[in-house]
């Protein structure tokens, strides 16, 4: 049969008639309601010419493309036979998926492909050791095809505190690779490879794209070669040894999540967040304080107090007690492990502090970082056998508790679970400070990690993590199934977060990732930053203080309260609307902001980095509206206004509010005030009634 997923503009055809693995015959654009006949035809039309020099049967990619049958790209399997897979059966678990289920000597292979009602597909195969003896698995990946036209490739790197800088260049002949090493996505991860046509912006472009869901080591490549399609590639990174199948074993690939677009950026960041919202309760994301850069290690109840009463004053709901509450912990060279509440610093433990909390109105949350263990420890003196690799490096003066261990997983387990008991906590801020650099054991580590932090959530279904590491190290599709929320970055610095968090914004919708006001000169940086665009930049996520607030002035204060109160009062639209990025000519002025569903209401926010390319900039234009709707267009001030330098600001600004039809906002725009380098302005964009 010839099968074909169709949703939200995008189709999958697979033709998988004949004992050949299945191929894939497209992924793109929507091709509309094709019946069998239709189908049949497609698969056969599809069938390309046989080239000299190459094998006597035409070329075409399967869904596990190896030598084997003809692919001498990449493989997406390897080990240490030559396996020739056939198809022993096909069926539809659902209209929108395929099982395929795949058989070789001593090996069979179980496929699964799904493409949902939002247009996100994934894949990912399950390979079974059906020989005699072990199977010492190479690795085993999706590999998607995609057209010629896609010759760009963007995709990220970064480091700490400057994650996710997107980085583009045009794909020739050959493999464009990324791999990670890290035993976690790590500050420079590849996150989503994207492959476009030529120019491919926010706004405009055909675009593929793949990321893993996965927090371990992985590979993503987008390869072209003379001999086959352009092909889209994703997979866990394993080292020699590390997936040994014992007879009967199985090894499941992570999912390959995938996404077409024929709209830009833009569009496929609908369709992922969409998608990711429509399998998540829709929680409202509490306003929060973090105290890590308020206090660092200064804790105890006298000095936090104050902090909890001003964190209350100005409407914080969830307030989050960092680094520094446990054993020992008196700076980062110790005491990671030895998870009690430290008696010095907590003579009558964390029931007058969470009480303060909870009394004010707010929620509490803790830090941990639980897959972790300092050697100036009393769990590394009393468990050295627990530690991941006797000869690692330290770093951070850590190393890494080896959760395959059973007695070290069900310490970990039994520590927090004994917190979670004694202590109502609602929020974990789950840290991961280092890589493990252990060859062999990111697999393992990552699967216990998942399944410890399955058995918290089924224990303690209320309580939410964060998942952390060294700021925004481990975000990815694969934690996200266990976790509430990403710390996007160490960094507070709004010009940096900009950056990083439109980008990390691309795959990860804005309520999930964490986005705090910092102190008026960032902690990492040094750099000031105005009040009104450290808080316009946290607005566009699950916004947050981290800043000791007992040293604002009474006129900060008042302004962080209206911010939160505006923050409260949009909250349904800026967690639950569509996600928009203008391309502007000047790259050092972003426009982004969020539309609600069904295009009655938004919120923009035009961003200055630095000093304008131009004198008179060019109208704002404001994508995403309805175009036939009419709106009117208010800036929206939060504190002071954003500073200009300007001898008269445009004339709608000053009148206040303007009123046009969404096409004329889309197409032509508004002339903006002209703002000096690293300011915000915000404006609110309202129907008219119809
Ligand atoms: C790294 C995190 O990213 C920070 O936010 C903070 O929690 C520190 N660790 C604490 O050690």
Known sequence: MVIHLQAAGTSFVLDARGSQPPSIVHWGAALGDLGDDDLAALGSAAVPAVPPSSLDTPPRLSVLPTLGDGWSGRPAFSGPSRPRFATSAVTRPS?????????????????????????????????????????DLGSLGVVLPVPARAAEVLDFGGLWAYERRPQRTALRTGAWTRETRHGRPGHDDPYLMMLGTPGFSFRGGEVWAAHLAWSGDKQLWAERSALGPTVLGAGELLAPGEVRLAPGESYTTPWTVAVWSGDGIDGLSARLHEWIRSRRAPEPRPVVLNTWEAVYFDQSLERLTPLVSAAAEVGVERFVLDDGWFRGRTDDRRALGDWTVDPERWPSGLTPLIDAVRDRGMEFGLWLEPEMVSPDSVLARDHP??????????????????????????????????????????????????????????????TALYRLLAELKHRFPSVEIESCASGGA???????????????????????????????????????????????????????????????????????????LTTASAAERAVISAWVAEYQQRRALLHGGTTVRSDGDD???????VVAPGRRTALYALVTLRAPGTAIPEPVRFPGLDPVRRYTVRPLVLGSPPRTVQDAAPPWLDAGAVTLPGRVLAEVGLPPALLTPEQAQLFTVDASPD
């Not at 395929?100 to 069979?108: E, K, R, Y």
């Not at 530690?387 to 508790?401: C, E, K, N």
């Not at 109502?424 to 801020?429: D, M």
């Not at 610095?493 to 968090?501: F, M, P, T, V, Y």
């Open 474 to 548: 481990r975000i990815d599709l694969g934690i996200l199934d266990f976790v509430d929320r990403f710390w996007t970055s160490d960094t507070n610095d709004a010009l940096e977060r900009q950056q990083i968090q439109r980008w990390t914004g691309v795959l990860m919708p804005p309520e999930l990732l964490g986005s705090h006001v910092g102190a008026p000169t960032a902690h990492i940086t040094g750099r000031g930053g105005a009040l009104s665009f450290r808080l316009a930049t946290s607005l566009f996520g699950h916004a947050g203080i981290e800043w000791d």
């Open 385 to 446: 056998d627990w530690v991941l690799g006797d000869d690692a490096a330290t770093w951070r003066h850590q190393r890494v508790l080896d959760l395959s261990v059973p007695e070290a997983y069900q310490h970990i387990l039994d520590s927090i679970g004994a917190l979670l008991t004694e202590y109502p906590i609602a929020f974990l801020k789950w840290d991961h400070n280092r890589d493990l650099l252990q060859e062999g054991s990111a697999h393992r580590q990552t």
């Open 587 to 593: 790259p050092d002025r972003l426009l982004h902001g």
């Open 95 to 135: 209209p929108g998926s395929v099982l395929i289920s795949l058989g070789a000597d001593g090996l069979a292979v179980a496929t699964e492909i799904e493409l949902s009602a939002q247009g996100v597909l994934r894949l990912r195969h399950r390979l079974t050791n059906t020989g005699a003896g072990s199977y």
